[in-house]
């Protein structure tokens, strides 16, 4: 006997810009339904991807979701959280949040949201740029942080099994750990190349195309999601640090050297 098809999940997405944009493709794709509110009016280019837009923030609460994706930018999540009209969700819902930091909404959603309502802290490490070309291998990183309704929560997290992802199960603190000393370190080496204003030359190297790459795809990014990286990873400050001190010590290094020479 053949077993039927998981049914599509009712998603509900507060925060359409482009990193929502991107992951609704897939998940319409999917065949889940996904509405959406945000600040901007994204009403026509909603209609054109087969997602339903409210202006109205009600409204768009009381139509029944499954899930309710965060996707609004880390600066703005206090603001966004704190307006949501949570006496007009219809049911439990589970919260997924998809911000590039992790203990900060957790502690924030725990704070606001409703006890009835589950959270699933995530980052999904990729975005328009690096999964363009589909998600396969791409790491998914996610806490289970009060999680009810395994049903939901399960079939949430299959939208990017069924993509090929790989799945990392990690606490929100030990996320924000790793992600200051390689994300934040990666935005960061990016946008000093930014500040250079490095072009390509008629003598490329690779190692130095590698480096226009990295600007390039850095700077593709909002700056809002730059510091938001810096102002709510309490280990961003630190490796800030680091860098500086780095950079310090081998020019202190190369300068000794050269002295000598
Ligand atoms: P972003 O600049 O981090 O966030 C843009 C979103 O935040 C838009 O929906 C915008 O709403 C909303 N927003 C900004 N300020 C607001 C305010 N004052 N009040 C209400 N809404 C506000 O860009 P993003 O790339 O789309 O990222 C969205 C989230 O996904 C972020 O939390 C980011 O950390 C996370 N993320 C991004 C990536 C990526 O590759 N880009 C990857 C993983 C996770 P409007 O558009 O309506 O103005």
Redesign the pocket.
Known sequence: MSSSPPLPLKIGII??????Q?LTKTMLKQGHSIAAT???D?SHLSSELGVTFFRDVEKFCEVGHDVILI???????S??GRSIPFNHFQKPTLFVD????KEYPKDLLLHILPETCDLLCT????????GKDGWKYLPLVYEKVRIRDENICTKFLAIFENEGCRMVEMSCTEHDMFAARSQFLTHTIGRILSEMKIESTPMDTKGFQTLLQLRDNTVK??F??YC?LYKHNKFAKQELDNLELAFQRLKQKLLERTDQI
């Open positions: 925060g359409f810009g482009p990193f929502a991107f945000s600040r901007t994204y996707c609004t930018s880390i600066l703005s999540l603001e966004v998809v911000l590039s930091v980052h999904p490490m990729f975005g328009p740029e690096s990014d909002s809002d999601l938001g």
